[in-house]
T-cell receptor, first 110, second 114 residues
Framework: GESVGLHLPTLSVQEGDNSIINCAYSNSASDYFIWYKQESGKGPQFIIDIRSNMDKRQGQRVTVLLNKTVKHLSLQIAATQPGDSAVYFCAENAGNMLTFGGGTRLMVKP | GAGVSQSPRYKVAKRGQDVALRCDPISGHVSLFWYQQALGQGPEFLTYFQNEAQLDKSGLPSDRFFAERPEGSVSTLKIQRTQQEDSAVYLC????????????FGQGTRLTVV
């Protein structure tokens, strides 16, 4: 079936650098996308979302980009901090449920 | 409460034992979801409720899995005759009815079948 996936399982960045986490989706019917952050032992935590009628949305230190032509989603984190270390999931909503990708682990080196 | 609450946080079950996992969603949230998350993987959809109605149970892996939400609030996920492959974190999420709104997750129940 159609699913959401990620290109890189692990991303290691230096503290203060910018991070980019990528995600490919295949369900063209999806019209709503969310990035979640999950720390060890916790449930996924909402970071930022974007609707399919947008191609960019900015939050505090985070930006999500949506390229519907190539079905690609990315999360940019500015000035990455140690507290950003976690697993990041993109999720798509095409109906009544969220479909998650496999996740990218972000490791921030001090 | 302020967020989605799940209990117990940890559960160790002997193979063949039945377990029940509880989810208290955010008050007023119509939609409730159960997900299963294996170690190192993303959450996999199990089932979805709108109020007390179970509208989608396509993700339940076998007939040993059963979920209910009888009064449209608290939900219970029951697993009968647990097997080792059932070991995972079970996440509950709730949201308002609108499709383009975020789902809020609980901390999950880590089930270990020994």
């Amino acid at each position: 079936g159609e699913s959401v996936g990620l290109h890189l399982p692990t991303l290691s960045v230096q503290e203060g650098d910018n991070s980019i986490i990528n995600c490919a989706y295949s369900n063209s019917a999806s019209d709503y996308f969310i990035w979640y952050k999950q720390e060890s032992g916790k449930g996924p935590q909402f970071i930022i979302d974007i609707r399919s009628n947008m191609d960019k949305r900015q939050g505090q230190r985070v930006t999500v980009l949506l390229n519907k032509t190539v079905k690609h989603l990315s999360l940019q984190i500015a000035a990455t901090q140690p507290g950003d270390s976690a697993v990041y999931f993109c999720a798509e909503n095409a109906g009544n449920m969220l479909t998650f990708g496999g996740g990218t682990r972000l490791m921030v080196k001090p | 409460g302020a967020g989605v609450s799940q209990s117990p946080r940890y559960k160790v079950a002997k193979r063949g034992q039945d377990v029940a996992l509880r989810c208290d969603p955010i008050s007023g949230h119509v939609s409730l979801f159960w997900y299963q998350q294996a170690l190192g993987q993303g959450p996999e959809f199990l089932t979805y409720f709108q109020n007390e109605a179970q509208l989608d149970k396509s993700g339940l892996p076998s007939d040993r899995f059963f979920a209910e939400r009888p009064e449209g609030s608290v939900s219970t996920l029951k697993i009968q005759r647990t097997q080792q492959e059932d070991s995972a974190v079970y996440l509950c999420a709730s949201s308002s009815l609108r499709q383009d709104t975020e789902a809020f997750f609980g901390q999950g129940t880590r089930l270990t079948v020994v």
